[in-house]
Nanobody
Framework: VQLVESGGGLVQAGDSLTLSCAES????????KGWFRQAPGKDREFVAG????????IYAESVKGRFTISRDKARNTVDLQMTLAKPEDTAVYYC????????????????WGQGTKVTVSS
């Protein structure tokens, strides 16, 4: 299984940005997907997760109401729409896949992408 993130870049505070996670290397029942992020000098933290059907989504409190995770079946991606970006959102964002239940714990995710960097300037 390969996960490839895209869409990172430099934005200003208050701007919007959409990250995408493309999966390849397998067919069948979709994996649960999650987005995590890691800022310089900090631990990796959960951002958002979505179950296989897309009808259950969970968010970190710090992004709730600003970020939206969704599945794009046509493109076979899981997207993270970021709005009202804040400087504290600056981090490398990672897509992760799990064959279990949607979770906030990074240990529950078996597959990881290489990450895409997001920088929010003030």
């Amino acid at each position: 299984v390969q996960l490839v993130e895209s869409g990172g870049g430099l934005v200003q505070a208050g701007d919007s940005l959409t990250l995408s996670c493309a999966e390849s290397g397998r067919t069948g029942i979709p994996f649960v997907k999650g987005w995590f992020r890691q800022a310089p000098g900090k631990d990796r933290e959960f951002v958002a997760g979505i179950n296989r059907s897309g009808n259950t989504r969970i968010y970190a409190e710090s992004v709730k109401g600003r970020f939206t995770i969704s599945r794009d079946k046509a493109r076979n991606t899981v997207d993270l729409q970021m709005t009202l970006a804040k400087p504290e959102d600056t981090a490398v964002y990672y897509c992760a896949a799990s064959s279990n239940f949607v979770s906030r714990d990074y240990l529950d995710y078996e597959y990881w992408g290489q990450g895409t960097k997001v920088t929010v300037s003030s």
